[in-house]
């Protein structure tokens, strides 16, 4: 199942989700990840900091957006400062830029190894999300709309990295489980590693780059200008993703707080 249904698609492209809260969009788009919850026990601060990030307002009405973002109101500050200010001890941040890759398997491991091996159910995993990875941020309207696979090579033909397992849905006790919801088999996927706390970071640079690629290419079926166009893949990121203005530049930022840097 996809993270949005394709009618809720329809009513987030002509402005009806204006700075709704992540709770809301998922719960009016009848999402299954809204119901998935696979955190661990004894993870009171990242249950805290999940319902800070759920209820916290993501501005998603642009018209226009710049190449350069000056102001917090055009980005998700309040999200990403409670991010920053995560009471919990143990947090991580991972850069990924490869889509076609082992990014969503190392964080996987990375839970299980913190959560189960060295006991910390409060362990905070946060995807820097940019180049090609952005891609799979992107939800199923933008992705038909501008063609988005060509852009992988036609490898993926939709946006397979929002897809649901049947794995997901295992006893979440059973921690062992070769075939379970912590097993490599089917469930290196986004909504099931956000059930687990992961948070996802977007990147206003990468937005803006992809625009102005495909701009040039002539992949503009409504005619926008590239700006405008920025807004609507700004408006079309997954529910739950933290809007940055720019990875590289935020990285920085999240080390000054605590984060521990892998790739």
Request: aromatic share 8%; proline share 6%.
């Amino acid at each position: 199942m996809e993270i949005s249904r394709r009618t809720m698609l329809g009513v987030v492209a002509t402005g009806g989700l204006a700075s709704l809260t992540v709770a809301q969009v998922r719960a009016a788009s009848g999402s299954e990840a809204g119901t998935l919850s696979l955190m661990p026990d004894g993870a009171k601060t990242l249950k805290e900091l999940m319902d800070v990030l759920d209820k916290a307002p993501r501005r998603r009405d642009f018209k226009e957006v710049p190449m350069i973002l000056t102001e917090a109101n055009q980005w998700d500050f309040d999200a990403f400062n409670a991010l920053l200010h995560y009471k919990g001890k143990v947090k991580q941040v991972w850069d990924h830029t490869q889509l076609d890759g082992p990014w969503l398997n190392l964080m996987r491991n990375s839970l299980n190894c913190q959560i189960w091996s060295f006991h910390h159910p409060d362990f905070l995993v946060v995807s820097a999300t940019h180049g090609p990875a952005h891609l799979a941020l992107y939800d199923a309207y933008l992705w038909d709309k501008y063609q988005l696979a060509k852009l992988t090579g036609d490898k993926y033909k939709e946006n397979v990295f929002l897809k649901i397992p049947a794995a997901a849905h295992a006893d979440p006790m059973a921690v062992q489980d070769e075939d379970g919801a912590y097993a490599p088999a089917d469930t290196n996927s986004i909504p099931v590693l956000q059930a687990r706390g992961v948070v996802f970071l977007a990147c206003h640079n990468a937005i803006f780059e992809v625009c102005h690629k495909l701009h040039g290419s002539g992949v503009n079926p409504d005619k926008l200008s590239v700006p405008q166009m920025v807004a609507e893949f700004t408006n079309h990121l997954i529910p739950g993703a933290v809007l940055t203005p720019g990875i590289v530049g935020t990285i920085p930022e999240m080390g000054l707080h605590g984060f521990q840097y892998a790739r």
